[in-house]
């Protein structure tokens, strides 16, 4: 029900607002009685004594009609890459090709089990073998470890690796160095691992202060997390120097590959020093986000890492493929540091992304990065002038421009102009983040995005930036055209209602 | 290329207002030796739609389907039947294509989907609370057990013999590089569960007890006294959650007292996916929701005063607190925990009842059939809709000749622990909805053939 009415509020009796439609909860829409899924047979009786649930669960049903109807008005409050620009720095919100949806499907993918006999399976162990080959060579890496659920899964494998290398070698180094541009899964993964986290000052022009992580290293430096291209959206150009001097004093070199969309096809990081790199396969290789996962994120290693690589991995073998689990890794891998996840990985993902890039090929893969890197420069250097880029005299930037608050009105800040951008009819682009920067706005477009769409929101964030500049008080209380104003975020937190009371 | 909208006048026209000469000026920071110039070379160039079709449908029919005939595995992954909106709905766009709702004004759906989750998952599980979705069982599984150390100050977990042996291989893997001390052993082929066992085991040095319901063997048990035991000792019991389908069935974990119940709910709605992605469960109890891991969704209202849903209490997670995180997850499994939340939505208390009636009913069925095979027990006195056989020989090179022969016939307890020599005649057999009668009269009569 419409209760207070905003400013530009018109009350209905639904409260709908024609195509906006609000929808209950399933907990005040369906019954405990009710079911949308007919059975051939009635419940046989059981007899399971005490262990018998006899209490009532509290777990409502709706009929199919029903089900669709709720899910697809949910739905219509999201915003989504299908329906327009999607600029989140860091994310790589690119286009998801619907023939990776089609073909993890196929009954062979969808429809097998991961501890079916091997030789049942053979067709999805070729899928993990050829996904890890494109890694591999994308990359100029030593091999692969597929079973990682997400990045920062991914993240906590390369860490294992460094820490299972380090134990290899009778040392026991407990300090990570992270740049303090670094997303917060690194420090939180190195901690997670047993490490102490040390941040590594950046330089005036946002990249890694080389001379002071010099200065830093020692015996006890266990390793460093760098993001390349970083979270400021520039190459790293002393990753080489960086890497010879983390390897000189007995480290390991982690990239976070949280960006790889931007030199994919362009640059293998093995040329770079790198000795482990998560990818993302739902950033670079097109696997949908699906509103906060399921993730995908194999991590590359260098020879120097690989004997230490997780359980389990597929192997060729003959004409066919074999697993490597717990019963023959003593012969073929005894130094693995064991199992990081429950069966082989996200298959799901597996398919999904090879899918994608069997489409792109080495000469599309190319593209991509050159693509994304030409719409994020196209972005920044359209918006100079009208936005503060602290970075912009550092070069040019590769897939993503950063701005920030620098020269707004008194009062106005990046929030004000996210939320402007949401009436506008685009999602915002990354707020605050990286923390190097204050007020920080990062903007991806990605390659999927074509001039006229990127012209279209270069002119929004413009008439956003002008209104926040001049201190529009409309633009303080953004947005106006939402399912939902602005949320109290405070109110969540201080008082928690996570699930339904009935 | 069919994903990319620039044309090369687009491109031309970009490079001008850039003010670049050419595509390489913009990755002029790029060390030279690092630079590719041409396309990687020994990897294929692009392809047509219906050219990556044909390459990946061949691929896939080199795997016999689950469907291809009587099926019978389960050990942490189930075959259930999905129905068909819940497919359909997680691919519309809006929830397959949006991220993480960080912004929530134009994210209610996903957010408003995620309380509905969790409140479902809560009641299923017993407890109070439940977070948005963990990556799988068996890393939550583990994320329970630092969550148990953060909570008690102690570093001792004892795990159940029953549990899964990849939940406790992930378990020894980080407690390896943690400092925790986990005490585990493989189970041994009795009938009845090591609990009681374990209650006696409980000292003041142990964080948690870790027990799986029902277990690797398939059976079940009351957890009260274990739960009480835990209590007086100041330890908590984590109780986890393979097959949700059966606490339609039997009594959950939060019922008797366990302190965080943890799964996988892979059951419902996502299907087998040869083994992710999956969806991890995680819930508690209220008093300890602010060491939880992962992302959580809470109700609030906006500035006009309506009900809306927000990610909260974020401050435990690693984008705000960095080193100082509850846990380095950063996602959780939006979609897959969608696909779990519709097909519940859909079943409802009354079909989800009678669906683990029927699962249960179905595998009674089945281990009266194949207990009737000279030299064929079945193990197990309770369970729900898996339990063990016992062979008069090896059950692995059972299953490769059942395989020979059209039937696939769970998991052999020699795949599992491959290094323990007693179990090795134990074969682990699910038994679903999605299993008929003939199914399992083919199961009998093969293995009958095969024993003989």
Known sequence: MNTAGGADDTTTFTGNRALMLEEALIFEIGSTETTGVDFDEAAPAADLGALARSAPIGLPGLSESETVRHYTRLSRQNYAIDLGLFPLGSCTMKHNPRLNEKVARMPGFADAHPLQPQETV??????????????????????????????????????????????????????????????????????????????????????????????????????????????CGLFERDMKAISDAVHAVGGYVYCDGANFNAIVGRVRPGDLGVDAMHINLHKTFSTPHGGGG????????????????????????????????????????????????????????????????????????????????????????????????????????????????????????????????????????????????????????????????????????????????????????????????????????RKPVLAWED | MRYLPLTSDDRAAMLATIGASSIDDLFVDVPAEARLDGPITGLPMHASELAVERHMAALSRQN?????????????????????SVDHLIQRGEFL???????????????????????????????????????????ACWEAIVMARRITKRAKALLSTGLHPHYRSVARTMAKYTGDVLVDADPSLEAGTDWAALADSIDEEVSCVVVQYPDILGRIDDMTKLAEACEAAGALLIAVVTEP???????????????????????????????????????????????????????????????????????????????????????????????????MTLLGEAGLRQLAAIN???????????????????????????????????????IHKLAEKGVLGGVSLGRLYPDNAGL?????????????????SAFAATLKEVLA
């Open chain 2, 424 to 440: 090795a005649n134990g074969l682990v057999v699910a038994v679903t909805e999605t299993v008929t009668e003939a199914d399992i």
């Open chain 2, 245 to 343: 389908v059966a606490l339609g069935l039997i009594k959950s974990p939060g019922e008797m007292g366990a302190d965080i119940v943890v799964g996988e709910g892979q059951s419902l709605g996502v299907g087998l996916q040869f083994g992710g992605p999956y969806v991890g469960l995680f819930a508690c109890k209220t008093k300890y929701v602010r060491q939880m891991p992962g992302r959580l969704c809470g109700e609030t209202v906006d500035a006009n005063g309506k009900r809306g849903f927000v990610l909260t209490l974020s401050t435990r997670e690693q984008h705000i607190r960095r080193e100082k995180a509850t846990s380095n997850i950063c996602t959780n499994s939006g979609l897959c925990a969608l696909a779990f939340s519709i097909h």
């Open chain 2, 97 to 139: 294509t949006a991220y993480t709702p960080y912004q929530p004004e134009i994210a209610q759906g996903t957010l408003q989907m995620l309380f509905e989750f969790q409140s479902q998952v809560a009641r299923l599980l017993g407890t109070d609370v439940a977070n948005a979705s963990m990556y799988d069982g068996s890393t």
């Open chain 1, 294 to 493: 399921p993730g995908s994120g194999p991590v590359v290693l260098s020879e120097a890492l690989a004997p230490f690589a997780p359980l389990p991995f597929v192997t060729k073998q003959g004409e066919g493929f074999r697993l490597i689990e717990e019963e023959n890794a003593g012969e073929d891998h005894p130094q693995t540091f064991g199992r990081m996840t429950a069966f082989h990985g996200q298959m799901g993902m597996f398919t999904r992304a090879l899918t994608y890039i069997l489409s792109h090929g080495a000469d599309g893969l190319k593209q991509v990065a050159e693509d994304a890197v030409l719409n994020a420069n196209y972005v920044l250097r359209s918006l100079e002038g009208v936005l503060d880029a602290p970075f912009a005299a550092s070069g040019p930037c590769m897939h993503e421009a950063l701005f920030s608050d620098k020269g707004l009105a008194e009062g106005f800040s990046t929030l004000d102009i996210a939320k402007g951008l949401i009436d506008e009819g685009y999602h915002p682009m990354t707020v605050y983040f990286p923390l190097v920067v204050h007020g920080a706005m990062l903007v991806e477009p990605t390659e999927t995005e074509s001039k006229a769409a990127l012209d279209q929101f270069i002119g929004a964030l413009r008439s956003i930036a002008m209104r926040a500049k001049n201190g529009d008080p409309a633009l303080k209380t953004a947005p106006h055209f939402a399912p939902r104003g602005r949320l109290d975020e405070t109110l969540a937190a």
């Open chain 2, 64 to 84: 016999r389907a689950a469907g291809d005939g009587p099926f019978f595995l389960g050990a942490g992954a189930y075959r259930h039947h999905v129905p068909a």
């Open chain 1, 122 to 231: 053979q067709g999805a162990y070729a899928v993990i073998h050829e996904l890890a080959e494109w890694l591999i060579t994308l990359t100029g890496m030593h091999s692969v470890a597929m079973s990682p659920k997400a990045g920062a899964h991914g993240e906590l494998c390369g860490i294992l690796c460094i820490k299972a290398a380090l134990e290899a070698r009778g040392e026991d180094r407990r300090v990570i160095l992270v740049p303090e541009s670094a997303h917060g899964t690194n420090p939180a993964t190195a901690a997670f691992a047993g490490f102490t986290v040390e941040d590594i000052p950046a330089t005036e022009e946002g990249r890694v202060n080389l001379e002071a992580l010099k200065a830093r290293l020692g015996p006890d430096v266990a390793g460093v997390m760098i993001t390349n291209p970083n979270t």
């Open chain 2, 360 to 398: 249960h009913a179905r595998a009674k069925a089945a281990a009266t059939e194949l207990a009737k095979i000279p030299g064929v027990s079945v193990l197990n006195t309770g369970f729900f809709n898996e339990f063990t056989l016992l062979l008069p020989t090896e059950a692995r090179p059972v």
